[in-house]
């Protein structure tokens, strides 16, 4: 597999010749739909034992944004994928896991005594 961008465009070759092409930026526009420049489309994203590439929906208008689904997913270490998404200027997004299950928390959690994040199955049991 062969991973690399060119001229605002992401690309992902298979070893079977398939490419996908994912462009980098998206149109942003405010609340009165006046266009305000461009920002990021995908982002490397890791969620538990799953990682790979997210789109970003762009949500300026409300000073905020959100994080799709998986448009590619792929296999490798969580080292070697934060490193390829540095080389393509990617943020890297980790969702946070409970220290003590190892289940991803996509919202509010609670922490231990020592700092470590916890969901609240967990802490019940603390």
């Known amino acids: 597999m062969k991973i690399y961008k060119d001229n605002d465009n992401l690309f992902i070759k298979s070893t079977k010749g398939d490419i996908t092409t994912i462009p980098l930026l998206q149109d942003s526009f405010d609340a009165l739909y006046e266009h305000q420049g461009q920002v990021s489309n995908v982002i490397g994203m890791i969620d538990g034992k799953d990682l790979g590439f997210a789109q970003v929906v762009d949500l ?67």
């Open 60 to 126: 300026g208008y409300k000073n905020s944004f959100d994080y799709g689904d998986f448009i590619v997913k792929l296999k490798m270490s969580r080292e070697k994928f934060k490193k390829l998404c540095d080389k393509l200027d990617l943020i890297c997004f980790e969702w946070p896991a409970c220290h003590k299950c190892g289940h991803t928390i996509y919202g509010c959690h609670t922490v231990d005594k020592y700092g470590e994040s916890l969901c609240f199955d967990c802490d019940k049991d603390e």
